[in-house]
């Protein structure tokens, strides 16, 4: 299960990446967004995959999931969540300032 | 020993003082005054806490009453507790700066709040001894910082910002993984049992990958070779805020490689001491590069910037007593000495409308005390005995030279003589000459903006004269450094865990 989770983790940061690499402005912000959904994956994967209850007492399972990776990912989530609706806003803002999402024009420092 | 609730306090200060001041948007004068006020008892407490553990070792708080390694840990060594203070008196400077610079516009688009949440992060990251905790608090940091630099939304803030939050996103993202990776590896995130576990299982290769992926996070965060970021977002923003991140933000991450460097991978010191050591040269020599060619105010001063942050890491490179010793005398001076220079940088430009040398020049017959001040901070930079710059500067040279890295401390003495030369070029051109400036100049003034550059200028020496006091608390801070047991003993205690069944 944890490879096949892998290459999931792996496709995901490819695609990131590559829309990372290009030049408008909304694919990187989309790039970053797959990156952060495939590290919020990596983060499960890495407390381990397991079938079992929840570790809570009162449950008589024989294996407990790890609780933790999950409260990981949780706060990670909302991280993301917020510096992603904070990029998307001021990218609206400096296209509507600049009038340009390219970042290959946003490199010139002479047209203040 | 109990928990140490006065912990806490440095964080959540400036939380619940940014939070009530957003209630009173439109009264700018109960923003300034909760904000100066948050400073000082910020302040107050780092001194306290000083004093708690010099006398008593480390103070610990186990948030919600959960013991480590099970609980979020806040610890507060001694380099923790001179990081804090040093936060505050820089953020207390600049907010005094603030009041007399930034326009209304953005004190009523919530200013005094966002540096409120920026302290706040960068007091978490100091203070907190749990590694996801500190990404949090990096996190916090960061987004008072996004905020900060857009604030007011001229061209050239957008175009920086989006670049400036595009590669902390990507850092970011590299820490969760190598969070990630720790997690699945040792199965913690506490620092102190972190290391407990690393020194069982030994520092193998997988390890110092992961290590230097850990690395590679905090060289972004700290500008510690990989820099390239920096110049462009710390010179769009108005200058107090552009002083509170030269002076804070990159120290953050210092903290993190000398924190995580010396107490969880410290037993490959060949390998990941060797790195730190090769690229605190070359951000030396880069940055010096940058600094010496440059001909505008505030390219010169970020360069110095990167620099200093070489600079420190060169004194924890050597990784011994002297060169840690060094290390931390620079890093406190290193705050101190950078806000100034942003701080005078600011004030010149603000004069003469411009930031480029060759257009001005003899500005001291209208500024002296402005012209003096900016001499003597341009030889605290450069480390010229007696101020603050020197005694670190000392430690460190030696201490590189002990432990065998000769290249690296001549390296770090011969860009000392480029900063000199870069800094000593902005005086000259700047307050030396004909006096050949406008009346508009003439008109401005500029005395409450000199008060907290004058603070600063008298830490500095201050700093310098008085280094035998500080030694104290400094040796107490290195101790913890070299030797980790301290940290873990503190931390972990009697718990069954801390001896390693």
């Not at chain 2, 590669?167 to 199965?187: K, P, T």
């Not at chain 2, 070489?310 to 290390?327: D, H, I, P, Q, R």
Request: glycine residues 10%.
């Amino acid at each position: 299960m944890e490879t096949y989770m892998s290459i999931v983790i792996g496709i995901l940061f490819t695609v990131g990446t590559y829309l990372i690499l290009s030049k408008t402005l909304l694919r990187i912000i989309l790039g970053t967004s797959i990156i952060g959904h495939g590290v919020n994956l990596l983060i499960l994967t890495m407390g381990g995959l397991k079938k079992g209850g929840a570790p809570l007492l009162g449950f008589n399972e024989l294996s407990l999931n790890d609780p933790l990776p999950q409260a990981l990912l949780l706060t990670a989530i909302v991280i993301n969540f917020a510096t992603t609706a904070l990029f998307l806003v001021l990218s609206y803002r400096a296209y509507k300032v600049l009038g340009k999402d390219d970042v290959e024009q946003l490199k010139d420092h002479d047209d203040e | 020993m109990m928990n140490n609730n006065l912990i806490i306090l440095p964080i959540i200060i400036p939380i619940i003082s940014g939070i009530v001041m957003i209630f009173f948007r439109n009264y700018i004068k109960v923003h300034r005054f909760i904000s100066i006020l948050a400073t000082v008892l910020i302040g107050l407490i780092a001194i306290l806490l000083l004093e708690q553990i010099r006398a008593t070792g480390i103070q610990i708080l186990y948030l919600g009453g959960w013991e480590a390694p099970f609980g979020i840990t806040l610890v507060a060594d001694m380099l923790s507790a001179l990081l804090v203070l040093v936060t505050a008196v820089v953020t207390f400077c600049c907010l005094w700066y603030a009041f007399f610079s930034i326009d209304e516009q953005r004190e009523k688009h919530y200013f005094y709040p966002l540096t409120s949440f920026l302290t706040a992060g960068v007091n978490g990251s100091f203070l907190t001894g749990d590694i996801f905790n500190m990404f949090v608090c990096f996190e916090v940091m960061l987004v008072a910082s996004y905020v900060l630099i857009a604030l007011g939304g001229t061209k050239i803030q957008l175009r920086e910002s989006i670049k400036y939050i595009l590669i902390n996103m990507i850092s970011s993202f590299l820490f969760l993984i190598a969070v990630a990776y720790l997690y699945g590896m040792l199965g913690t995130l506490n620092l102190a049992h972190l290391s407990v576990r690393v020194a069982e299982v030994g520092q193998g290769g997988l390890m110092t990958a992961v290590a230097f992926l850990l690395l590679i996070v905090f060289c972004l965060k700290a500008a510690l070779f990989l820099f390239f970021w920096l110049p462009g977002p710390y010179s769009a923003p108005p200058t107090a805020i552009a002083a509170l991140f030269g002076a804070l933000l990159t120290k953050v991450g210092i903290y993190a490689i000398i924190r995580v460097f010396s107490l969880v991978f410290y037993h490959q010191p060949g390998v990941t001491h060797l790195v730190l050591g090769i690229l605190a040269a070359v951000s030396m020599v880069l940055g010096a590069m940058g600094a010496v060619a440059y001909w505008d105010i505030k390219s010169i001063i970020t360069y110095n910037v990167v620099v200093g942050v070489g600079f420190v890491l060169a004194g924890f490179a050597a990784f011994s007593e002297t060169g840690m010793t060094g290390s931390i005398y620079y890093l406190i001076h290193d705050m101190i000495v950078k806000a100034l220079l942003f701080l005078l940088g600011g004030t010149i430009i603000y004069l003469t409308g411009t930031g480029k040398l060759k257009d001005m020049s003899g500005l001291i017959r209208l500024q002296p005390h402005l012209g003096w001040m900016f001499f003597i901070a341009a030889l605290s930079v450069s480390g010229i005995p007696p101020l603050s710059g020197f005694v670190g500067k000392i430690f460190i040279t030696e201490g590189t030279f002990q432990s065998g890295y000769f290249w690296l401390g001549a390296i770090g003495l011969i860009t000392s003589l480029m900063v000199l030369y870069s800094v000593i070029k902005v005086f000259m051109n700047v307050f030396w000459g004909y006096t050949d400036i406008k009346e508009v100049t003439e008109n401005k003034t500029i005395k409450g903006l000199l008060m907290p550059i004058g603070v600063l200028t008298f830490i500095t020496i201050g700093l310098g004269l008085g280094a035998e006091l500080m030694h104290e608390y400094v040796d107490l801070a290195v101790a913890v450094l070299l030797d980790s047991s301290i940290y873990i003993d503190a931390v972990l205690r009697d718990n069954l865990i801390g001896q390693g069944v």
